[in-house]
């Protein structure tokens, strides 16, 4: 029997895929033109090649409509800089007059009160016995870091290649780019820590005698031992040029340290003299300096002028936990407290140009599939509130939970209130 000419017809070839590197420039850049600002900033880091497209087509547009960009102010100088002044001014935009969204998941089995945002990802932790990282785009779980015993967590960072901890009186460190490992230092090496920042090869540890701890990571020995405080360092901030910000349960002062040259230098608000600071923030870009106390004041130092504060301002009439700004962004910082508003601050005059709860309702769900089980992200949507709003305290606490941390992206902030849910607001 012979066989059929179905049976000789040879099956089909699978069609292959078009890949974005089969792309022209032209098709790039036809692609690029339907993507906002943002996007297009965010697709010029991706590799070179893409960034000349992007500059080509920028490049083009000047020569074609000089004027194009006439009601926003750019900078003399390259590429690069246009690109990430437009950047910081999408970002404020955003922030102050953009309509915006809270999604909220349920990420730990407990309450949390610390997260660190770097790269696209943020961290949490502080509360139970694991450290959970997140894609701040799809709010799935990426890893987890437990704790290696009873101990507890009391403060960690991250980079791209370690999550170092603070763990009890000892410092930890988890691999991030090897097999699962953690590497400890001897027990009982400080007494009773507080606060920790740490850039590679060191943290830094602010403990309760009002002495911070230098640690070096690879020695994993404590290098130096300063005082900074009469009482406990309950904050601080360490930059890349190893100057250290402290601050003190009895505010005082905040102390600066200069680690290369060890000189040390306190800096006086008038506003602190009977109040703790609870929290500082430092912005390499324009070296301001920016604290927040337990009564709700914020000030700002610029560190070219160190003899005076910039600005001082009650932002708040209660506790302010934590503040936070883009690595690049000089015009605006985020501001969270016991009270439960998001505030939007000018860096350069402190005025507060915009105030945020979320609504009481949940407009929407949606079911996200990640580690350790699934879980559903409610959508709720943010209320700006405006001046005449004053009474915030007869608001539903249920608009504003406590925010005990947060961290600040591009267009977007990372919040935790002490339970056991994860906040991401979108501005848009």
Not at 319 to 333: A, E, G, Q
């Amino acid at each position: 029997m012979e066989p059929s000419a179905a049976g000789l017809r040879r099956p089909p070839k699978k069609a292959r895929r078009t890949r974005i590197q089969d792309l022209s420039d032209d098709s790039l850049g036809i692609i690029f033109a339907f993507l906002d600002l943002a996007e297009v900033i965010r697709c010029s880091v991706v590799c070179s090649s893409w960034r000349k497209v992007i500059h080509r087509r920028y490049q083009q547009q000047q020569k074609n409509d000089p004027d194009d960009n006439s009601q926003i102010s750019l900078p003399t100088g390259s590429f690069s800089e246009h690109l990430e002044r437009l950047a910081m001014l999408t970002h404020r935009f955003a922030l102050v007059d953009g309509p915006a969204k809270v999604f909220q998941w349920r990420g730990h089995s407990v309450g949390v009160n610390q997260c660190r945002m770097k790269m696209g990802h943020f961290l949490t932790g502080v509360g139970d016995k694991v450290m959970r990282l997140w894609s701040a785009e799809s709010y799935k779980c990426l890893d987890e870091y437990v704790l290696p015993d009873k101990a507890p967590l009391i403060d960690f960072d991250f980079d791209e290649s370690k999550v170092v901890g603070l763990v009890g009186t000892r410092i930890c460190i988890w691999s991030r780019t090897e097999t699962r490992s953690i590497l400890s230092s001897r027990d009982a090496l400080f007494p009773k820590g507080l606060c920790m920042r740490y850039v590679d090869p060191e943290a830094v540890i602010g403990c309760e005698d009002g002495k911070v701890r230098i640690f070096d990571m690879y020695s994993r020995k404590v290098t130096q031992i300063i005082k900074m405080h009469d009482a406990p360092v309950t904050c601080l901030s360490f930059s890349d040029d190893q100057l250290l910000f402290t601050g003190s349960s009895q505010g005082r002062s905040i102390a600066l340290l200069d680690l290369s040259s060890g000189q040390q230098v306190s800096l006086r608000g008038s506003t602190y003299a009977s109040v703790g600071i609870k929290t500082l923030c430092f912005n390499p870009g324009s070296n301001y300096l920016f604290a927040g106390s337990t009564a709700g004041h914020a000030c700002c130092w610029d560190l070219r002028k160190q003899d005076r504060t910039l600005w001082e301002e009650r932002v708040s009439p209660n506790v302010l936990y934590s503040m936070h700004h883009l690595r690049n962004d000089k015009s605006t910082l985020v501001i969270g407290g016991i009270d439960g508003v998001l505030r939007v601050v000018d860096q350069d005059s402190g005025e507060v140009i915009a105030t945020h709860i979320m609504e009481e309702s949940s407009s929407s769900s949606s079911s996200s599939a990640s580690r350790p089980s699934d879980r559903n992200v409610t959508v709720r949507k943010v209320k700006k509130l405006s001046s005449s709003d004053d009474r915030i305290d007869l608001m539903s606490k249920a608009c504003r939970p406590r925010i005990t941390c947060l961290a600040v992206g591009m267009r977007k902030v990372v919040t935790t209130h002490n339970d056991n849910c994860i906040r991401v607001w979108k501005f848009e």
